[in-house]
């Protein structure tokens, strides 16, 4: 085993913050608006524009295993598994993020056939840069502390980014020309909505540069480089989802994937159809990421004092209390603020603990097995949260469609209207009660003390 890693710096840690500001621009950016650009811009209806975003999400979850075991089975010459991806793929990614969001002014197929190859491309480069991310938690430090302090220093990134990419986006759309007085699309949205992609395309190639110059990779294997064999990908499977541990936080995953795409994405649906403007989103956005940027230094002093189980069960709570006032009257301004700031509670809580889940499953893995496979841990980790969104896309998109949506009309029909509340009240409530349920089969504490007693035996 790697001897305790040296205590990480202040600029190691902005270097993780600063590749989470990045990619959550994109990511905020595309799941808050990608789906009211394909209906709204390029008026594709919200049949197949959702297939189209569920069919995206699943190539995603499909090739989220390719990358993943590429990387465990891949060295760059520098001798490194992961570091490298965000150098050479952040090029690539933020071109087809700028793609997706261009109004090609094609034929209505053509267009959904461009659409739909835009946004797989998109999703593949994705998966290039968030897959060994993933993985440099566990790879950058042994140290659960500083591991535990990378994922806030994350989720802070998180907050900035996407604030960036949600509060900011209706702001430039403005500057660009692509809004009007009262805050709805004109007929300028489309190079609107290409000139923000330009820019939020920027700030990721700056973001994923910034990680690969500022970080390390220290965790080395048990065994020696040299004597690595090949691991099957069958054999990788059977490693991850025998050990049950991993498969309660891969569903712990993927109920955040489905409960987060519910709400990033049915805000800018319900601030036009039901606040009338579009403009509306923006401080309810922001309401979650100040909250979700507050909770982020409140998140590891709770963990150390409770314990990961009763803190992953607090931000479980607040999916379910905070829905409640909402389900009761969800026409009230209040209610809505209020599942969005407790929406940021939950969320934070939700996003950190699954992360340093994750690192400590790195280890927890390597200890049953006798090797590290960091990638496909976070290849596995990664395909819940999209399998959740591909979920969360087709409940919602077929929701919405057979409830009589249309983006052509200027006043939805009540049943639209009734159907995208729900979407944000009681289907994600629901859901948060599944979290919870899954918390109560999650004991990473416990796992860990007995793998240090095992080890602390052997060493005596």
């Known amino acids: 085993m790697t001897e305790t890693t040296p205590k990480l710096k202040l600029s190691e840690k902005l270097g993780f913050m600063g590749f989470s500001t990045g990619s959550n621009i994109v990511y905020q950016f595309k799941s808050i608006y990608y789906l009211f650009f394909l209906t709204n811009v390029l008026k594709i209806s919200m049949d197949v524009a959702g297939t189209i975003l569920s069919l995206g999400i699943v190539w995603d979850a499909v090739n989220d295993p390719l990358v993943g075991f590429y990387a465990v089975n891949h060295r760059f010459k520098n001798g490194e598994r992961v570091r490298p991806f965000a150098f050479w793929y952040a090029v690539p990614w933020a071109v087809s993020m700028v793609l997706i969001f261009t109004n090609f002014h094609a034929s209505d197929t053509v267009t959904v056939i461009i659409a739909s190859a ?28 500083d591991r535990r302090s990378i994922n806030v220093f994350r989720n802070v990134g998180g907050c900035f980014g996407s604030a960036i990419g949600a509060v900011a986006c209706l702001p430039l759309l403005k500057l660009f020309g692509g809004l ?5 699309l004109n007929d ?3 190079l609107g909505f290409f000139k923000t992609a330009c820019v939020m395309g920027l700030i990721c ?7 690969y110059f500022t970080t390390k990779e220290r965790v080395q294997p048990v065994e020696k480089p040299e004597e690595e064999e090949r691991l099957g990908m069958l054999q990788v499977f059977k490693m991850l989802y025998s050990y049950k541990p991993f498969l309660a936080n891969t569903v712990y995953i993927l109920f955040y994937g489905i409960i987060n795409l519910f709400i990033m994405t049915c805000i800018t649906y319900y601030a036009t159809y039901v606040m009338h403007s579009t403009a509306a989103a923006t401080p309810i956005q922001a309401a979650y990421l100040v909250t979700s940027l507050i909770m982020s230094a409140l998140v590891g002093p709770v963990d150390r004092k409770l314990g990961r189980r009763k803190t992953m069960l607090i931000g479980g709570a607040f999916y379910i209390i905070g829905k409640i006032w909402f389900i009761i009257d969800p026409f009230s301004i209040g209610a809505i603020y209020v599942n969005a700031i407790t929406m940021g509670v939950s969320a934070t809580f939700t996003f950190v603990m699954f992360n340093t ?39 919602m998109t077929r929701a919405l469609s057979v409830s009589g949506f249309d983006s052509n009309l200027a006043v939805l029909p009540d049943s639209a209207i009734n159907a995208i509340n729900a979407l944000l009240g009681w289907v994600p409530a629901l859901v948060g009660v599944g979290v919870c349920i899954t918390v109560l089969f999650l004991d990473i504490d416990r ?14």
Request: charged share 20%; glycine share 12%.
């Open 357 to 395: 889940n994750r690192n400590n499953l790195t280890d927890l893995i390597e200890w049953k097995n006798g090797r590290r496979v960091d990638g496909m841990i976070g290849t596995a980790d990664n395909l819940a949260t999209k399998l959740g969104e591909a979920i969360a896309a087709w409940i």
């Open 118 to 145: 835009a946004y797989f491309l998109f999703e593949l480069l994705y998966t290039c840069v968030a897959i060994p991310y993933n993985s440099m938690g566990g790879l950058a430090t042994n140290r659960d502390e």
């Open 447 to 460: 796992e860990m003390a007995k793998m240090h007693a095992e080890r602390d035996g052997a060493k005596a």
């Open 180 to 184: 009007d007085a009262s805050g709805n």
């Open 188 to 190: 300028g949205s489309s």
């Open 205 to 211: 190639i700056g973001g994923c540069f910034l990680h």
